[in-house]
Every structure is written in C-alpha cells, then in structure tokens.
C-alpha cells in the first residue's frame, strides 16, 4: 500500500516536468549553528526533491526547532547555506511556507482566526498592499479545508489545541507555498486532528510540495513520513524512511554516544570568545 | 489671536486657569493678552490628584516634584456653565492650543500605546518615559530655556539610550528584562532629578516650567509644542497606516513574520523610535511620571472591549482623545488643577467601566454568566431529582399512564429543602416552564421532562464510559458525573453513544434514558 504510494508518486514525478527539471526543493550545506557560542547543530547536510514528506525526529534538546529556524534564515548560521529551488532560500521566500510552535504564540492577541489565516496571504502582497477580496476567499477555502470555517470569527484564545493547530494549518496552506516547514505540528492535539492533519499533510505532498515536519511521536514516524531526518546536533540519518527508520539508527539517534558532543558544546561556551578567534 | 473687544473677559478667564506660583511671572509681564498665552498659560500642577495614582503618590510622598497645592482660583464670576460654553467653543486660542494638543496626544499615544500592550511592552514604555528626564534637562541646559527642538533631541537621545542600555544588561548579564527595565528606569530618571535640582539652584534662565516635565502642564502647551505633537503624531499615523500589515504581524507572531520576509526588529525599533517620539511631545502635557499611564491605560480598557487589534487601536485613540481632553476641561473647570493627573484619573475612569462592565471581558457580565450557570445547574437538579422519583416509584415506562408527577413531600424530602427553600426551586421551575405546580404535586412540562431526561442520560452515558472505556471502578465514577452532566454539549453525547454503541445500562444498573428524536438537542 505504502509502496504503492510511493511509486504513483515517482512516475507522477515522471511525467510532469517541473520537479525533476528544477533544482532541489531545499539544500543545506554544512550548516552549523551556535546559540551564544554553544553549538547547537554541527554540520548538517540535507537534500530533498520535490514532493516529499520528510519528518524529522531526534530527543529533546536535538535541535530540532533550531534546524528548521535556521534553514529558513531565521536564526544566524555560524557556517554553510541554504537553497530552496536553486536560490538562496532568503531570496526565495515566497515558496517558502512555516508553522510555528503554537507555544511561542500570545494566543490572547487580539486576533481572530481569520486574520491569522489572511497573515498567510500577506507574503503575496507589496510592502504597502492590502489584501484583495480574492485573499479573504482564500482565507475561506482554507479554514474550510481544516473544517475551522465556522470559528473564522472566533478571537484565538476560544479554541481547542486541535483547533489551533488546524488554524496554523490553514494559514500555511493560504501562504500556497512549495516547501513548508511545520515545527511540532501534532503536538497537543487529539485524535481525530491528527488524521485530519496527515491526511493534509499527504495531499500537499502528493501535489508536489516538500514538507519538512518536526516530529516527537516515533511509534507513528515511520507510517507518516516518505523520509525521516534523524537529528542529535548532528545529522545521524537522513533517507527514505524504510531504510532509516531502523533500531541501530534510532538508537543512535536517541542513545547516549552523544554526550560527548554536548560536553565539548559546553567546554565552547565557557571558553568565551574563543571560538571566533580561532575561526579567523 | 488678535485681541478683540472681548479682551478683559479672555483675561479674566485665562487667570481663572492659572496657579499661584506663575503670578510671579506675571507680575512682571503685566497684564496678559493672548499674545502672550505660551508664557501666561502656566499652571502648577496640585498633589491633590496625584495621590490617585501609586506612581504619583509615590513621587509626592517622596517630595521629589516639589508639588505644590494649587490655588484653587479666586476668580469667581462666571458660572459652570458658562466655563463650560468657552471651554467647547473654543473661541479662546489658550483653550484651543491645549485642546488640540490633547487631541493629538491621545491619538499618538492610543495608537502607539495599543502595540506596546499587546506586544507586552507596557514597562518599556514606562522606561522610556522616564529615562527622557536627564536629556530633556540636557537640552534645557543647552540654550538656557524651553527651546522645544532642543528639548526634543536631548530628550530622544536620552530615551533611546535608555533603551539601549535595557537590552544591553539583559543580554551581556545574567539580568532579567524586569530587573533592567528597573534599573534604567530609576538610574535616568534620578540623574534627571538631580540635573534638574542642580539648574534650579543655579541662578539665570527660564527655569519656570522645568516642573512641568515631571507632572505634565497642557495649559503651558506653546503652538511650536503643538505642532511638534502634530509632526508626530502625523508620522504616527501615517508609518502604521502604511505598514500596517508589518506591524501586525510582527506584534503577533515575531518568528512567522521573519520567515514572510518582515524584518521584525526593524519594526520593532520603528515602534520604539515613535513611542519616544510620542513620549517626548506628550511630556509637557502629562509629565514623565505620568505618560506611560496615558500609554498603557486607554488601550488596556480597549482590549477589555474588542477581540480585533484595529478595533482596539481606533478605540484606545478614541478613550485617549476622551480622557486627555476630559483631563483639560476637568482641570479648566477646577482651576488651577493639574492637567495630568486629571488626564490619567480619567483615562482610568474609562477602565474602571470597562473592568467592570465590558460584555465580553467585564467582570460584572461574568459573574452574571456564571450566577446564570449555576441556577441552571440547580434547576436541573430538582429535574434529576423528579426523574429519580419517577423511576422509583413506578419506573419511566409507565410515565404515559401515571403522568409526569411527583408529591411535593417526596420531592421535598429528596432535595433535603424545607419550604422556603423548596418554593423557590420550584419557582424557578415554573418560570421556565419545565413544571407546573398543582395542589401537594408537581408535574414536569413536555420541556422539563425532556431536560430531566437528558440530564439523566448524560450523567450514566459518562459513568458507563469511564468504567468501560477508561477502566475506572464504577464507585469512582459518580462524583465526576455529577458535574460532567450538566456540560457536555449534544456533539459530545453523540461520540459517547457511539463509543458505547448505544448501551441501555448503567454501572449501577440503572437504565439509561433515551431522549426521543427531534427532543432531544
């Protein structure tokens, strides 16, 4: 079955000739990131086609949150690059779709679940352009999408975790982006919100989206993702998940071999100044 | 401008809104036309009001305004209402100077004010507010008098360093936002007393209105004062009008804004450029000590009121416009009362109202809904209650034949009421039409037996789930039920009877009532 999804996928890839002509939909480059001096990430290579789901999975503290701030440019990179599409991901944000971690949201803002979804259209319009009535019609579409059209004028805090992180989902699908990046995404909801969300989440893959998930649940990684990305401040494994997703790389990624890592980490942070001296 | 025939009546009316300390200034100048209003229009602000407000009260405590209590005017002869009439005519240009200037404080200072509350900034812009003090002071020693650009740019300065200072402890020292916006706060805002204390003492200059900066003077507003407000309050308006999209979505969501290409920090510095613009010009209105009020309090009561950031920006400009000009006219009427204070106590008087009173946020209509709520519940409970005696005495099927009745002692005793207590129950029935009562008995409606049903099903659909579904022993259940009755929705009874496929029996063995299609909600 599963199988059977995959190989539908790759002669849809066949045949339409704009995924496999273009660039990869996203390309790091040993990317390593420091968090006031402490290294957070080493060295991360990644590469993905269009039209992939792609979870990423490691223990707390993995990096995690920081690989996919970082890729799209919103934390400060101590080293490598970035590219969606053949650009510099900067300059291509426009195909570039995020959902953030509903903890980092003031959800007393006053704000109503359909201006939250109209601030996905905002990266299509000018510096100083107001949206258009076709935006508040994509607002719609959307909402209904994730079946929140009735809440649209709802104030946020007046909803359910599943509800607000279908409200998420709606605004990531009106950014009509190619590549998204979803941090935690089922994190909170109930169960009926996350069939309703994966089923989302397949449908915009199979249109020929890339999807990058931050994922905490391993019992259902393996039947979500088409790819996972182990991640321990080090990329351990990244492929297709029949072949990643193994007890010897799921160990690694979860056991203690790490520490060592983390210590060194520390021994950067103390040592202030030392790192960019030595860079130079 | 010009003086007309109506020059003494201007005259008389422009001492009524003076204090005693200016009259030494006056005494110089002579009598004062309306020419001269930028020096005549001066007024002491009064310790009366100030103790209102904790800030205030502090500050006098202290003695560090040196307030004095103003006069309060002996110039008698006219009436309110006349003063009222001149007040909103505005025919008198002192009055219409410290109007307008009131207006465009409110709109600066409501429009900036509703960002930094609901970007949580509020103590920022206290900050700032008072760490102007040292470069307004600066820009006095400058050219030795009120020069407002002078000012402006001292008091900028000062306010951005300020700022800066607050984010450079927090980021270079183990030091928390709170505990640096203190210290930057109290630091400046000393180094300004102290600044202040050192000018005074020295001889020469104009140093008449120096108070002013610390409790705010409308009266004293000069037409170059107001039209640096304008100035700003135009750019105000005009840079949120045109980012306004950027503003929003930076304030909302700081992280998802970047990753749409907004650069956050930019805005939030824009913003932080403006709110010291603002608090600069409001400075001489309402004075550093009580400026950040006039940037906290009018949006604070509109997001009491509004769930919609443009709704509560339009409303917090509309309740600052309301409590600065309110301020004015109050302190008019009074004379010789301070301007600020009276700004603020009105400005809070808003919040109060909608404290208490707003529909949606108020805390008067949520102990209503709650009151509401509970009478409900006890409503329903005397229906469980008939329920139960129903089954008891000759089981649901039969209720066809025997009616919907129970005896007013049973019910009575069930209920663990005497008699008082038990009409009133059973009032409250009535008046909702969910029983009738009929000598020594009471009979459910259609209505209320319908709600007694439900009520019933609701409490055993639970029980039966938690023991099936959830393994909970089935005399740990009814506690929880007997709350859970009463709010489950018709959406979640559905899923229960679903999950339990339409189960007739309770834990105990009791039989769960059905509730009759298209009755049921």
Redesign the interface.
Known sequence: MKDDLRSAEKSTAQVSPEPTQEAPALEIHDLTVAYQRKPVLWGIDVEVGAGKLVGIVGPNGAGKSTLI?AA???LPLSSGWVEAFGKPL?DN?KR???V?QRE???WD????VA??VL?GR??H?G??Q?PKKRDHEIVRECLAKVRMLPFADR?IANLSGGQQQRVFLARALAQESDLY?MDEPFAGVDASTEDAIISLLRELRDSGKTLFVVHHDLSTAADYFDQLLLLNMRLVAFGDTKEVFTPELVQKTYGGQLTIMQQVAEALKLEEGLTKELRH | MKADSGVGKEVAFVKRWQSGRERERERGLGVAGPSQRSTVLRQRPSSGLLIALAIAALWTVAGVGEVQAARISHVTDTSVGEQVVRFFSMRDPLVRTAVIGCILMGISSGLLGGFIVVRRLALVGDTISHAVLPGIMMGYLWHLEKDPVALFIGAVIAGVLGAVFVSMIRQTTRIKQDAALGIVLGGFYALGILIKSIIQRGAGGDQSGLDDFLFGNAAALSSGDVILMAVVTGLALLLVGLFYKQFFVSSFDETFAESLGVPSQVFHYLLMVLLAFSIVVALQAVGAVLVSAMLIIPPATAYLLTDRLHKLLLLSVVIGIVASVGGAFFSFLSTGLPTGPFMIVSAAACFVVAFLFSPSHGVLPRIFRRREQTRRIQRENTLKAMYHLIEEEGGVDVVAQSGRRVSVESLMTKRGRDATEFDTEIAALVRHDLARRENGSIELTETGWTRAQEIVRNHRLWELYLTNAADIASDHVHDDAEIIEHVIGAELVAELEKQLKNARIDPHGSNIPVVEEGIAQ
């Open positions: 701030k799209m440019g919103l900067k944000l570039v779709g995020y953030p980092d949201i003031d803002f006053p704000v109503t201006d939250v601030m905002y990266g319009l510096i100083f107001r104030q990046f």
